[in-house]
């Protein structure tokens, strides 16, 4: 009033009307249209299709729902500092209102992000569509309730109010926020699964979700336990206590719902250089980046529950200065170092790799073991020298840790000798190249081809689809048969036997005739077919050709076979198979048995006429080529 009272302040803000009026058009214009039209244009990005690049976008654009309502409430701000009415205790007061609006902006622009008001953009939160609206309206109370405790805090201080007049103006506000933290904790509460949701998904992801459910557990009991003891706290009369545990946890939730938001920023941007966005979601971006945010996090946790600047400083410093290892102290700074030089080197080198794999060896006459093994030579030593680089540009001074190294190196010989042969050995395939990807070979009676040779051992795939992963030392030391060594000709053996009375030479002249008119048989140099000699049953023969592809020795085989079966059918040439000729001692013993066991019949004769010889019988049929009791 005395303001007002004064001539020369009636004439100021006269003078300042028509920009006063502009600004609080111009604020109220962009505070109350201002969100609905970024959030409006931040839809429709994001609903025009799932790809990162649009939920960027959309991300950016949302922004102005911040933005403009604080240049809004910025606006109204300036427009009542040049009435010159509000004095210098309400210019205090009017100072804390763009804090206050940031607080509830921003609670209004997380409730807009963690619970989207379209069912068709994918939230950061797993809330049913059906609540996302009651997310929305906490959220905006969230911040509303913080801006009124910034304001009411500063009138309390501007005009040095009473701890108990205090508490009373804040007693509405401690009781808001219980409230809230009570019906947010019911909103972080985890659906349940849908029937049959838990067989479509793996046990890593089950397991995943558990452990999701049970840390938001701990958190909604955590709220529910703030809320009852801030308000018990207030009504017994410990306003400030009240005050100290309400209003943080409420800014707490926002802090964390703004880590989701930006976590989820990143992931976007990593699939929008990766183009894999299933694939990212399973990899270790995404959990690494939430590590990290976190850990950056805690400092603003800090400030938020009362810690002040000089105790975080001195946490930083003294983490700073890092530890000592005897004479050589590694600090934060030189590990950092040590990382990025490291993941620098990693990175040139697996891009060398790349270049390499795909550009430079296809050019050159290498097979594909050699180019496998320079590749893979190239990037044990990339990595050897990436590492020994970020040392020294670390400045780790390792000359110190000689003698314990040293010791130590005695007792991992000791302990980690097979594996350390293991390593030398996978050197030793590597460049001498015994044996390459794609080999048939055969190691301790598993044979396979060869599909991956690393640094410990070696993965062979047999002709069952398993895989066995042979040591290498095994493969260095023992005995390797190697099928297609240097190329893919190889030798076939086909054993067949013929009764005995056949013509020899003209069995002869008919596998000759097979197996060279097979195409995998090669003509020179020429099948031989060799007479084995007598066997106990049959006159063996074995067919010896080499074939173009020895990869195909069982397909060559089993057609051959069939080729041979139809053509000596034809000719009439018998393939002869073991007969055993059955004797029965004593018969008649048998059938007494028999008899004893069969009930009698009505009207059955009672004698059984007797057709053996004396002394046993001969159960043998050869002319009828064995089709008696035979074994």
């Not at 206050?100 to 609670?107: I, K």
């Not at 990290?292 to 105790?311: K, N, Q, Y």
């Not at 009764?499 to 002249?509: I, K, P, Q």
Request: hydrophobic fraction near 50%; glycine fraction near 10%; aromatic fraction near 8%.
């Amino acid at each position: 009033m005395d303001n007002w009272s004064s001539a020369p302040q009636r004439a100021k803000l006269r003078a300042n009307a028509p920009v006063i009026g502009i600004l609080i058009v111009l604020g109220l214009l962009l505070m109350l249209r201002g969100r609905i039209w970024m959030e409006t244009a931040a839809t429709r990005v994001q609903l025009g299709g799932a790809t990162a690049a649009r939920w960027l976008i959309g991300f950016g654009l949302s922004l102005g729902q911040l933005f403009l309502p604080l240049l809004g409430l910025a606006a109204i701000t300036e427009a009542l500092g040049l009435t010159g009415l509000i004095g210098r205790r309400g210019a205090e007061i009017v100072n804390v209102i763009p804090a206050a609006g940031f607080a509830f902006f921003a609670a209004l622009w997380l409730g807009a992000r963690l619970f989207p008001r379209s069912e068709q953009v994918d939230p950061p939160l797993d809330v049913p569509f059906e609540r996302r609206r009651e997310g929305r309206l906490y959220a905006g109370l969230t911040g509303l309730v913080l801006a009124t405790s910034d304001i009411t805090r500063q009138f309390a201080d501007t005009f040095d109010l009473q701890s108990g007049t205090r508490g009373v103006l804040t007693l509405g506000l401690v009781v808001a926020g219980a409230l809230l933290l009570m019906r947010i904790s019911r909103i972080l509460r985890a659906p349940k699964p849908v029937s049959g949701q838990s067989e479509q998904i793996g046990e890593d992801s089950l397991e995943e979700t558990r452990l999701q459910s049970r840390a938001t557990l701990f958190i909604r009991r955590l709220l529910v336990l703030i809320a009852i003891s801030g308000v018990t706290a207030a009504l017994i009369g410990y306003a400030r206590a009240s005050e100290a545990m309400i209003f943080p946890a409420l800014l707490s939730l926002e802090v964390f719902g703004f880590l989701l938001i930006l976590q989820r920023l990143l992931f976007e941007f990593y699939v929008l250089l990766t183009g894999n966005r299933e694939g990212g979601r399973d990899s270790l971006v995404p959990v690494l980046t939430g590590v990290v945010l976190f850990v950056l996090s805690l400092p603003a946790f800090g400030l938020i529950w009362g810690a002040r600047w000089t105790d975080l400083t001195e946490i930083w410093t003294r983490f700073t200065e890092g530890f000592s290892i005897g004479s050589t102290r590694i600090s934060p700074s030189d590990f950092l170092t040590f990382v990025v030089v490291f993941a620098i080197g990693f990175g040139i080198t697996r891009a060398l790799q790349s270049t390499l794999k795909t550009t430079v060896l296809p050019k050159t006459k290498l097979d594909v073991g050699g180019r496998n093994a320079m590749v893979a030579g190239v990037g044990y030593l990339g990595i050897f020298l990436a590492a020994v680089i970020a040392i020294t540009s670390a400045g780790i001074d390792l000359s110190s840790l000689a003698i314990v190294a040293g010791a130590l190196s005695v007792g991992i010989g000791f302990g980690l000798q097979n594996i350390v042969s293991n390593f030398v050995s996978g050197i030793i395939l590597l460049v001498e190249r015994p044996i390459s990807e794609g080999d048939w070979i055969e190691v301790g009676g598993q044979q396979g081809f060869v599909r991956d040779i690393s640094v410990r051992s070696t993965r062979i795939e047999t002709f069952d689809r398993t895989d066995v992963i042979v040591p290498n030392a095994d493969l260095v030391s023992g005995t390797v048969t190697n099928f297609t060594r240097g190329n893919t000709v190889g030798r076939m053996i086909a054993t067949v036997g013929v009764a005995y009375g056949t013509d020899t030479r003209r069995v002869e002249a008919i596998l000759l005739e097979l197996a060279g008119q097979h195409p995998m048989v090669l003509a020179n140099p020429e099948p031989q077919v060799l007479f084995m000699g007598f066997g106990a049953d049959s006159l063996d023969f074995e067919i010896r050709c080499i074939l173009r592809e020895v990869t195909w020795k069982m397909v060559v085989l089993s057609e051959l076979n069939h080729g041979i079966a139809a053509r000596f059918a034809q000719e009439g040439i018998e393939i002869p198979f073991a007969q055993r000729d059955v004797w029965l001692r004593n018969p008649e013993a048998l059938r007494s048995a028999d008899e004893q066991q069969k009930p009698p019949q009505t009207g059955a004769p009672t004698a059984v006429q007797d057709s053996s010889a004396e002394g046993g019988a001969q159960g043998s049929d050869d002319a009828a080529g064995g089709e008696g009791e035979t074994t």
